[in-house]
């Protein structure tokens, strides 16, 4: 066969079995065709509509008001219409939603309705009212932000020159200073930032306040047989505002003599008010100095000065008598004894008074007192200025006793001391002279010179007793004396792990050092001991009081006696255990 005829007859044999049909049931087929061809998988619905990534807040405070812009990024999913909700930050007064589809609708809540897809910024912008406090002594506003449940809130604030200070109170914190002097923070999502701003202190802010200050109000009255002087020392210390004028309110029966202070312009009175003008409205303090002068009387209250300006004043008094007049404590009113630390805030004057410096909490009721003076018209042969009585106390049932007596002779020679029951002399002397006293049935008598009317006599010697084993009262005895004592000074030093209170308020008072014994040496006398005497031959000695042992409790007491057998000091004693505990 030929080539060409083979091929031919292959060729033929190649179609006939390509041509062949493949038959099979419809649902195969289907099954295939499914398998062959499937149907594309749906898109998943997003499980957000939209997200909030970050806000950024600029806040720019103006007169009364801040305007806050927010710039919130978010991502919105597919192409339907979603609802965000944002912070009601204010009021807001315009909105940028760049390339989205939407509105905003402000109210009690905040809503932006908006189309779009993909990451997206918006812009809005707000208005909010700053508080001011009025109160303050500083130029202070408070400003509150609520701020949007973004995943990073962050902000920054600008002020003017008007604000030195910026704090973060809640909601958020504060992250310093940028280059643009801005105050940088970072927020919590869906909280609210309370800010509170603060300006510098300035004097003229601050006279611009409301008037608030305090003072202190300290009298001093000296009692004489004619008038009653009186100098009162009042203090303002001004916290807020400006004080213009000052008005005093004026005790009664008592006139302004001299107004002194610094500052002051001048001064009047009208319907028993005092009113002081200063140069210039007063913004830190004022001093003043007020003499007043009345008519004497038998009854007077402690007079104070009661500045009507003042939120609150602090009151004291003390009253001297000058003369041989009896100075008595009627009543106490609201006036007590000063305890050490409000005696030292006193003025000196009142600190060095002779007679009962006291704090008076309610001007309404001051302190009463009646003075006496003797009607006889003869005059004594002596007379005692002061009595000093010095006691130094142990456990054993006696005690060191000693007593110094300023008189004034014009004519008596001797001076008779009643001392207690059981009293063992040491010693006695007269101007720092030793003398030999004469021993009499209720005491001693000490010889007087008339060559000097001004004498200073001091007995020492030792005097049962005892100390309570309980609560209980304790005695310190004073001596009598053959003639009149004006005043009556009680120092009594007692062991400790007690409380001691002296029980007569009229009693209460402090103490002043001993007198200085004169001694008189006589001219003739050469000896080289006088070397030291000055150009009249005289020489002082100061006489000292008992040295108080640590852990020892002083007690003191001085009152106006007038009388030639002063009372004794009656002490209330309590044991540690049962004192009383002040918090």
């Not at 004498?455 to 001596?479: E, K, R």
């Amino acid at each position: 066969m030929r080539p060409l005829a083979f091929l031919a007859a292959l060729s033929l044999l190649t179609v006939t079995v390509l041509a062949q049909e493949v038959s099979m049931p419809l649902e195969r087929y289907d099954a295939l065709r499914a398998r062959a061809f499937p149907s594309p998988t749906p898109t998943p619905a997003p499980p957000v509509g939209v997200t909030l990534d970050q806000a950024f807040l600029e806040v720019q405070l103006g007169e009364g008001s801040a305007r806050i812009v927010q710039q919130v990024d978010l991502t919105l999913f597919g192409d339907t219409w979603q609802h965000v909700p944002l912070a009601a930050t204010g009021s807001f007064v315009a909105a940028d939603l760049g390339g989205l589809e939407g509105r905003v609708t402000a109210g009690d809540a905040c809503l932006l309705t908006a189309r779009g897809s993909g990451r997206q910024r918006v812009y809005l912008e707000s208005l909010v009212a700053l508080a001011k406090d009025r109160t303050a002594t500083r130029p202070t506003w408070t400003l509150g932000l609520a701020l949007p449940r973004a995943a990073v809130v962050s902000g920054a604030l600008a002020a003017d020159a008007r604000v030195s200070e910026v704090e973060f109170l809640a909601g958020g914190l504060g992250r310093g200073r940028d280059e643009k002097g801005r105050w940088l923070f970072v927020g919590q999502p869906g909280e609210t930032l309370q800010v509170r701003l603060l300006g510098a202190s300035e004097e003229r802010e601050r006279s611009a306040l409301p008037l608030r200050c305090v003072a202190s109000s300290s009298t001093l009255t000296t009692v004489t047989r004619t008038r009653v002087d009186a100098t009162a020392w009042l203090g303002l210390q001004v916290a807020q505002g400006a004080l213009e004028t000052l008005t005093v309110a004026l005790p009664a029966e008592l006139e302004v003599v001299a107004v002194d202070g610094a500052g002051v312009a001048g001064w009047d009175v009208e319907a028993g008010v005092l009113r002081v003008t200063p140069l210039s409205p007063v913004e830190h303090s004022l001093d003043l100095v007020i003499r007043l002068m009345g008519t004497a009387r038998t009854r007077l209250a402690s007079p104070l000065l009661v500045p009507q300006e003042a939120a609150r004043t602090s009151f004291a008094a003390a009253l001297t008598i000058q003369g041989d007049g009896l100075l008595t404590l009627a009543e106490p009113g609201s006036g007590r004894v000063p305890d050490a630390a409000e005696r030292r805030r006193l003025p000196a004057a009142l600190q060095q008074a002779a007679l009962y410096p006291m704090t008076v909490a309610d001007p309404a009721r001051p302190p009463l007192w009646e003075v006496t003076w003797p009607d006889a018209a003869e005059v004594l042969a002596a007379q005692a200025d002061r009595l000093l009585v010095d006691v130094l106390a142990g456990a054993s049932g006696t005690a060191a006793f000693q007593a110094w007596l300023e008189l004034r002779s014009s004519g008596a020679t001797s001076v008779r001391l009643g001392l207690p029951p059981g009293f063992e002399l040491v010693a006695a002397g007269r101007d720092g002279t030793p003398l030999q006293p004469g021993i009499a049935a209720d005491g001693v008598v000490l010889p007087l010179t008339g060559a000097r009317p001004e004498q200073v006599v001091h007995i020492s010697g030792f005097i049962p007793l005892a100390l309570p084993t309980a609560d209980g009262a304790l005695t310190v005895p004073v001596p009598s004396l053959s003639v009149p004592v004006s005043r009556v000074e009680v120092r009594a030093v007692l062991p400790g792990g007690r409380s001691y209170e002296v029980r007569s308020l009229s009693q209460r008072g402090f103490t002043s050092p001993p007198p200085s014994a004169v001694v008189r040496q006589a001219v003739a006398n050469k000896i080289a001991s006088q070397a030291g005497a000055d150009a009249a031959g005289e020489r002082r000695h100061a006489a000292s009081l008992f040295a108080a042992p640590a852990g020892a409790a002083v007690v003191q007491a001085a009152w106006s006696a007038l009388s030639t057998t002063p009372d004794p000091v009656l002490v209330d004693v309590k044991l540690a255990s049962e004192r009383e505990e002040w918090f």
